[in-house]
Structures are given as C-alpha cells and as structure tokens.
C-alpha cells in the first residue's frame, strides 16, 4: 500500500528498519534541543504529513529503548492519526524519570504503526450472551 507524505523535515522519511518491523521511527524536527524535566511533557513536531486511506489509522507508540533506559514515553500512548488529518504529525512525550531528559533534532521519539480498522454501528439489546468470564474485570482470570 502507497500512503502519500509531505516532508518538510530536515530528515528522510520514515522507513521500516527491517523487512519484518511492524513500525517505523519518527524523527524530533526541532530547530534547537528541548530539555524535558521529570514529569514533564512536550509536543515534538516531526515535519510530516500524510494522508491515509479511510479505514486506516496511524498509531504513535513510545519506542522501548527509549522507555526502558530513559523513562521517556508517549502520553497517550498509542497516539491514534485518523484518515481525514492533514497536519502536521505531533508526538506527546513525557518524561516519568527523575533525570532530564534533552531531546535533539533528528532523534527517534517514537514509531508509527501503520493500522487497519472497522466501523461498527451499535444494536441495542437487553441482555448479552454468558461466557465463563462474564463480568469479572482487572485480574479476574486468575495469576498463572
């Protein structure tokens, strides 16, 4: 599948790293380093724009590397592009770490993951099928 891009950034476009990668990395477009004290949040532009076909979202996800050894994720994590956006691509970082944390241009902030969807339309009933769960909720199907 062809998706159409706009790259005003200072980097090439985002690309798979390897043939079997679900995701792709975006890239901080910044004109000066941003420093993220702990618990703080920011909004790190990439230059892009795309245009998905309808039934396709684009979901933003933190990168682990940079999770697991930084702290730094996305908030709102997976970050959800609809089809009929044409912005510019943002990316919602925080940092959960106790350390700050410098952003630079041209640094991977998190991967973008190409994926497809359903409309559902809703019929409303009064009572819903068992299964053996049945309403149990967090931690319901037992610790093993």
Do not use: C
């Amino acid at each position: 599948m062809q998706v159409k891009i706009i790259n005003k950034s200072a980097h090439k476009v985002p690309h798979y790293e390897t043939e079997a990668s679900a995701g792709m990395d975006l890239r901080a477009n910044i004109s000066e380093a941003v420093t993220l004290k702990p618990l703080e949040r920011t909004i790190v532009k990439t230059g892009l724009f795309i245009e998905l076909p309808v039934g396709y979202e684009a979901q933003v996800r933190p990168r682990s590397g940079l999770a697991a050894k930084k702290g730094v994720t996305v908030l709102n994590a997976p970050g959800t592009i609809d089809a009929d956006y044409r912005g510019e691509i943002g990316v919602i970082l925080v940092n959960l770490s106790n350390e700050e944390f410098t952003i630079e241009n041209g640094e991977r902030v998190a991967q973008m993951v190409i994926a497809k969807h359903e409309h559902i339309s809703w019929k409303e009933v009064e009572v819903l099928e068992e299964t053996t769960r049945g309403a149990g909720g967090f931690g319901s199907t037992g610790n093993k």
